[in-house]
């Protein structure tokens, strides 16, 4: 394989005081090691190595090794929600070309795509969390066929995605720290709940509520890696019945209890992104 995929987080409409503190830090990766991203919206800028550029919806971004790059969150009334792809090109032949493309790329402006890449890069991350090997395999050749055209700017814009797959990520998103059921995001898509649950499971291998109960894991992943929230009020904020409820749920998600993933995170953190 010519790439090694390290990880693609979702970070979603960043807030937080320790949350901002933790994703606007300035950091670099080490050799070999390239991070894509993907802005959905928000207000602020993105600064690599000496170049500061405004963030739009839709706007890419690749960055090469070494060089230090930070997201700069600039109005918490419009917080910044992207998509950021860590992945290492291997020392191999074959991935040679495609890490000269790459590092070209890194030399042209940034691209602006549009917004309807949003599925894609959903599809992407669910996919290569998947428990299925077939799954996680079609997810790399997936990003690396997006990153071949990429090298060579040919990234088409404004690809065609689902619209009632892309409004129902929006509309969970926006609820993900309040409760939702799945009669309200049929209603508001104007769709029946068998056809939204036939479309989730057909896009994204998962069902609709399963998908939202999904997102408030990975909010309170984020939570607890970024903030000094305790457990009881992470479950609170996220409208969890109990700690107790919260922390079963988690673990069945992750596989990790909240504060053995806590820890987890703080020791991780300490051997990537040197902090500069």
């Known amino acids: 394989m010519l790439i090694e995929l390290q990880d693609i987080v979702f970070v979603y409409r960043m807030k937080d005081v320790q949350d901002i503190k933790w994703h606007t830090r300035h950091h670099r990766h080490p050799a070999r090691q390239f991070e894509l991203h993907y802005f959905i919206g928000g207000e602020g800028h993105f600064r690599v190595g000496g170049t500061l550029h ?26 910044i929600s992207y998509y950021a792809i860590l992945f290492e090109i291997m020392e191999t032949e074959d991935a040679r070309e495609l890490e000269s493309l790459l590092y070209a790329a890194t030399s042209r402006p940034p691209r602006n795509i549009g917004r309807n890449y ?29 990153l071949f055209l990429l090298g060579d700017g040919n990234v088409p814009t404004g690809e065609p995605g689902n619209i009632h797959l892309e409004r129902a990520l929006d509309i969970m998103q926006e609820q993900v720290y309040g409760t939702l059921r799945l009669s309200d995001v049929a209603e508001k898509l104007g769709i029946t ?8 499971r057909k896009k994204l291998n998962i069902t609709p509520m399963k998908y939202y109960t999904r997102l408030k894991v990975e909010a309170a992943a984020a939570l607890l890696a970024d903030t000094p929230l305790a457990v009881y009020e992470i479950a609170d904020r996220l409208n969890f019945y109990s700690e107790y409820h919260f922390s079963r749920v988690f673990k069945h998600y992750t596989g990790s209890a909240p504060t053995v993933y806590r820890n987890e995170q703080y020791q991780r953190r300490r051997k990537v992104g040197e902090i500069t």
């Open 54 to 79: 405004n963030v739009q919806a839709g706007g890419l971004f690749i960055c090469p090794p070494r060089i230090p790059h930070a997201v700069v969150a600039l109005n918490v009334e419009d917080p």
């Open 118 to 146: 949003r599925f894609f890069f959903e599809e992407l991350k669910e996919r290569s969390r998947s428990s299925s090997p077939a799954r996680r395999q079609a997810a790399l050749f997936q990003l690396i066929s997006f």
């Open 193 to 200: 709940e068998s056809y939204m649950i036939r479309l989730f």
